[in-house]
């Protein structure tokens, strides 16, 4: 996985930490690393992860491609 990827994680739980709503956490992070550098979905699905008491911030196995 990329460092920058794990580094994002780190950002969205830290931000989801604070309380922060998908929106001002993906504003916050976009405010530092530019514009394009996190969608609001991709938050939204890692704040939800955190909501349910999942913390790893590793990617989730997945099957094989669909055929």
Known sequence: MSEMRIHFRHLMLYEFRKGSSVTIATKN????????????RTCRKWLQRFRVGNFCLEDEERSERPP
Request: overall charge negative; proline content about 0%.
């Open 29 to 40: 992070i976009c405010a530092v690393y530019g514009e394009n550098a996190l969608s609001s």
